[in-house]
């Protein structure tokens, strides 16, 4: 019996051995390839994604690749990495969009932004800035209410993604007004049409417009955020600008395929967090109007999920039918 016994605790012995070192393993040798960042659309996203690219590329000695895969509200790029390898070798950076507001602006998702991803780490968060044509006749955030006041449904807006959408919708609700949307693929060809004129407003991260609004193609009024930025400390809040607690941040993040080994999440939660307290993403981040968001993966499932209830109140009470 004893010797029965014996046998049988050392196959249990090598049956735990067989479970745990492949993926103890694959956390030592990760990353032993190159690895793909895929940004959910080009603008802050893709910067956001090239600046850590270069720095976890200098961490570990490994080509990192960034391949945005932009259009459909970031629906485009979640599925492809939710179908990925759960491997660690393909990471989402996606934003409030993929991963809090797109459950309730779409009747069906082709991904689950739950059970299809492994949470690994918060990158950044900020405030949007509300920018018009300089065509526009408003020169501030009270001007531009009383204007679209005087004229209902005659000024437009551009939006491309949930932030760019719920901003303005969220404006519109707070301060009673009636502007139309023109929805546009990317972020950039929404901006563009705001500076060609072909529409009026447009609320966005600053890291894809401060060059437009530096060479004067782009009027700024106004921060989303509830206190003013350091690089822009003459531009007012919302609240200051006159729509009393008007608040509204957006954020990035990073995620992984389901099933993605534990260490190798790990590991990649620790490259990302590292990545963010170099000084040039530090830079990159202020000039960009954000700040570093690193959290644990745990602390991210359960921030998304908060999201998705605070995004859900904003488009239901801004009376959006999901498509």
């Known amino acids: 019996m004893h010797t029965l016994m014996r046998a049988l605790c050392a196959a ?20 032993s390839r190159p690895i793909r960042i895929i940004p959910m659309g080009v603008g802050f996203p893709e910067q956001t994604a090239r600046a850590l690219a270069t720095e976890i ?13 932009p259009g459909a509200n970031g629906i485009i790029a979640s599925e492809y990495v939710a179908k990925a390898p759960a491997d660690g070798y393909t ?26 991803f492994a949470p690994v780490s918060g990158v950044a968060r900020g405030g949007l800035v509300l920018v018009v044509n300089p065509k ?29 959408q719920g901003g303005v919708e969220l404006l519109k609700l707070m301060a009673n007004l009636k502007i139309r949307n023109v ?3 990317t972020s950039p060809q929404a901006s563009t049409a705001v500076m060609t004129g072909e529409v009026d407003i447009m609320m966005a991260a600053l890291g894809g417009i401060a060059g437009q609004i530096s060479a004067g193609t ?12 350091p690089g822009l400390p003459d531009l007012p809040t919302m609240q200051e600008g006159g729509v009393p607690g008007f608040e ?41 109007g954000a700040v570093a968001f690193p959290t644990t993966p745990d602390e991210l499932g359960k921030f998304q999920v908060a999201e998705y209830g605070k995004w859900r109140k904003i488009i239901l009470a801004a009376g959006i039918q999901p498509e």
């Open 12 to 31: 249990l012995a090598c049956a735990t051995l067989v479970t745990i070192t492949p993926a103890s393993r694959a956390a030592e040798a990760y990353p």
């Open 57 to 69: 590329a200098e961490a570990t000695k490994q080509t990192v690749i960034v391949e945005p895969k």
């Open 91 to 116: 990471i989402l950076i996606g934003t409030n969009s993929t991963h809090a507001a797109n459950q309730s602006l779409y009747k069906k998702l082709p991904y689950d932004y739950v059970n299809d």
């Open 136 to 164: 526009v006749p408003a020169k501030s955030l009270g001007e531009l209410i009383a204007l679209a006041r005087a004229q209902p449904d005659k000024l437009n807006f551009s939006s491309a993604n949930s932030s760019s």
């Open 183 to 185: 929805p546009y693929k």
């Open 218 to 229: 782009l009027r700024p009024l106004a921060v989303s955020s509830n206190e003013r930025w």
């Open 248 to 288: 509204l941040t957006f954020w990035n993040a990073a995620w992984v395929p389901a099933g993605t080994p534990k260490e190798v999440v790990t590991r990649i939660n620790e490259l990302i967090i590292n990545a963010m307290k170099r000084p040039k993403v530090k830079e990159y981040m202020m000039n960009a």
